[in-house]
């Protein structure tokens, strides 16, 4: 069975998603955003923040989804239309 183009591109999201919900929500996806400087990584008690390990892991994550986008946009936005699955 050949592999979709949506199906490729989930295989490749599927870490960062699992990453985003190794630790209680909003905090991973806090500290995504923090990377680029969009907001802060506070969260507020009970909630903590990621430790320095699981931002490691997020950096090199945010790495791979900028790869992602980038093979994936057609440089004006527009999301697969160059999208070419493994195989």
């Known amino acids: 069975m050949k592999t ?4 490729a591109l989930f295989k490749q999201l ?3 998603i699992d990453l985003l919900f190794s630790t209680p929500n ?3 996806i806090k ?6 400087g969009d907001i802060s ?3 507020r008690m009970p909630i903590t923040s990621v430790t320095p390990e699981q931002r490691e892991r997020l ?3 945010k790495r791979n989804l900028d790869q ?3 093979t994936a946009s057609d440089k004006t936005g527009n999301v697969a239309y160059r999208f070419v699955p493994e195989n």
């Open 59 to 61: 950096m090199q994550a």
């Open 26 to 28: 909003p905090s991973s």
């Open 68 to 70: 992602v986008i980038e």
């Open 14 to 16: 599927r870490p960062l």
């Open 4 to 7: 979709t183009p949506a199906q």
């Open 41 to 43: 990584d506070e969260v």
């Open 31 to 36: 500290a995504l955003l923090a990377l680029d």
